[in-house]
């Protein structure tokens, strides 16, 4: 005994005898069943074809393996107990064996019955392997197989029947698979989509996952692409070059072999640039030489800036209050335009800033994010200014005072210097009065008239900006002719008695008209002698308060006309 013979039996399924592709065949074999007197022996090849297709569905012939004598087709109809002759040429079907109902009665063309006549021989193993894998069985249909033994010119008797039917598994391929470009992007990227596999969630090999595979039109090489779970029907490949064609098809894994499906249909697509590009170097800064609340941003122009694919028309400027928060649109520029100043940013709040180029309709993606924070270069005011009459001259002189500016020798716009400012109320007209240095805190207008009153402001000069602060308070104040007043400042002290009023103040009279006679002299020898009375009357006609305060005044008055 050197080999087996497996033979496959089909009550269901038309069938050829003896089915050995490139062998030969010998129409005489005996049908199990039945048998065929007088059949002629052809040596034939037999070939794969579909019998439909030469003899129209009509015949019932559902086998596609036959055997052929070069003019005609021998076909076993296996339903029907009949066995048939296409010509080739023509289609033509003639019934050359068999009753055409259930028998076993041997005969000369159809005076022969068969009981089914099924049996082929569909391969052969040597002795001593007991496995034999049939690679011709159709998927879902049941086959009766049994075997015999064979010492190359005998056969054995037929072993038990096992019957098996082929089942699929694999899982069935995704199809529709789709390449096509991404749009709204910078390029560089194609979106695929697909129906996934009718096992993807059901049937008998549950579909796990999806490998995606892609090749290029410049070097042809097949790459897997990305791996991705069940249920997934859209991918995007962000890895694309938008100068070559990229080829793709994907294939369904499952959980029953982790094997793959066949590969989908082939889709291809090339990836295009469909928005702006952004503009690149945004730099985010404060505003020099300002009072604060403001910064400044500034980019490089979007490479589409007057040319590109998609020209850009304008940016929009973003600003949110931390790295990864939530950005809003504060603005936007023409194109050809790099700056934009943010005057609505709180001093001392650091602020993160984007730009989008737009085309009109579409923007671009984000620039780079940088952030500043605006601060206050100009210096602070001056406060608590006043302006009062100089004390002890003779009139058209005010004296002013204030506080320096917080950013006098400190603070961060150290001050350089002061700037003094006065209108008067009969023209109101402002003008620049002095400059003062830093540190000053007085200054002494001496060309008023003591008829009109007059309004100052200061304004602190800042470094490294040299620019001015805003204005302190304003003050009011008129001149007054201390020597002329000087009557009326005796007659106002209390503890002075009338008699002494009256005689100080004739001697007041007669000083005030040597002085505008142009003797000076004799206008302090006057005031001087003034003094004398004051002091001889304290403590008599004169309480020793007003005679103090009333030689203060008078001192002051004769140092001043002495200095000028």
Known sequence: MRTKSIRILLPSVMFIFSIVFGAAFNATAALMGGAIQGAPSVPINVEPAIVSTLSGSAAGLVWPAIPTDGTNLYVVDTLNYTIHRIVIGTGEDTIIAGTGTWGSEDGIGTAASFNTPFDSVIGSVAAGVGKFVDNSASIGTTYFYMVRATDGTKESADSNEGSAASIRNLPSSPTNLVASDTPYDLGGSITLNWTKSVDDGAGPNNVTGYNLYRYS??????????????????????????TDTYYYFIKASDSHCGAES????????????????????VTASDVQCDNGGATSINRTRSVDDGAGLNNVGSYNIYRASSAGGSYVVIGSVLSGISGYRDANAQTGTLYYYMVRATDGTRESSNSNVSSAASSRNLPLAPANLTAADTLYDLGGSITLTRTKSV??????????????????????????????????????????????????????????????????????????????????????????????????????????????????????????????????????????????????????????????
């Open 217 to 242: 039109a410049s070097n042809g090489t097949i790459t897997l692409v990305v791996s991705l779970p069940a249920g997934t029907t859209t991918y995007v490949d962000g890895t694309t070059l938008d």
């Open 262 to 281: 066949a590969a989908s249909t082939i889709a291809s697509g090339r990836s295009f640039r469909n928005l702006p590009m952004p503009p690149s170097g």
């Open 407 to 564: 950013d006098d020798g400190a603070g961060l716009n150290n001050v350089s210097g002061y700037n003094v400012y006065r209108y008067s109320i009969t023209n109101g007209t402002i003008v620049s009065l002095a400059s003062l240095p830093a540190g000053a805190t007085s200054f002494v207008d001496n060309a008023t008239l003591d008829s009109d009153t007059y309004y100052y402001f200061v304004k602190a000069l800042g470094s490294p900006c040299d620019l001015e602060s805003g204005a302190s308070n304003t003050a009011s104040g008129q001149s007054i002719n201390n020597l002329t007043a000087l009557s009326g400042f005796i007659g106002n002290q209390p503890g002075i008695s009338q008699e002494q009023i009256n005689s100080l103040t004739s001697t007041v009279d007669n000083a005030i008209s040597s002085y505008y006679a142009g003797n000076q002299t004799a206008a302090i020898n006057t005031l001087n002698a003034l003094l004398n009375e004051v002091n001889a009357q304290t403590g008599k006609c004169i309480e020793p308060s007003a005679s103090e305060t009333i030689v203060i005044y008078v001192q002051n008055l004769i140092n001043y006309i002495t200095t000028y």
